[in-house]
């Protein structure tokens, strides 16, 4: 009976990433634009009693970059905790590290790769052609599906402290939080997440 109780009176925790407000293909289900996005999220976590909302400091800057701070809603802070993980008590895996590793140096190498045939298609392509493909090819190579920033570390170290859902667009994110079993939802459904915890 205690278990039963336990379970059903315990908060559930929920990390959050910029991309729920800021993304513009991920936040139409909220807003068309971060700030209405913002309210639209508030309107529905006023009435959520067992969940807690959870951002780290890192994150919630790289919020600041795309919403003027003034504009984001006082109750924001009420409901939304920013908070760090604590990076001198965490723990993780040395199996993270050494695939982490090894998925860096792929990506290295396949970018060399990339270069090598800018390099030699530069002829055929012209300069700026070949530079802008280059990025293009590059920037998927070494970026796409991959941890790439202490946001994103601090997003996974908050989540597996916390014992929280991860909400984020980002596959790389997504990617390596199911490599450490931390639960994640993607943003698309997120609202209807919110709206069934009602």
Not at 47 to 74: A, G
Not at 129 to 155: C, F, N, P, Q
């Amino acid at each position: 009976m205690k278990f039963l109780i336990d379970f059903f009176c315990k908060k559930r925790k929920v990390v959050i990433d910029t991309s729920v407000f800021i993304n513009p293909d991920i936040r139409k289900e909220f807003g068309e634009d971060p700030v209405k996005a913002i309210e639209e999220f508030l309107k529905i976590v006023k009435n959520i009693k067992n969940t807690e909302f959870y951002m780290p400091s890192t994150v919630f800057k790289e919020l600041l970059y795309f919403v003027d701070e003034k504009m984001i809603p006082e109750e924001f802070y009420f409901f939304v905790r920013i908070k760090s993980p604590d990076r001198y008590k965490a723990f993780c895996p040395a199996i993270f590290f050494c695939e982490l590793v090894e998925d860096i140096r792929g990506r290295v190498n396949k970018g060399l790769r990339i270069a090598e045939n800018a390099v030699r298609n530069v002829a055929q392509k012209g300069i700026d052609e070949t530079i802008k493909d280059l990025r293009k090819k590059y920037r998927e190579a070494l970026r796409e599906g991959i941890i790439d920033s202490k946001e994103d570390v601090d997003l996974i170290f908050l989540s597996l402290q916390l014992n929280a859902t991860l909400i984020t667009g980002d596959h790389g994110l997504i990617k390596w939080a199911d490599k450490l079993g931390i639960e994640w939802i993607v943003p698309e459904k997120f609202k209807e997440f919110l709206l069934s915890a009602k």
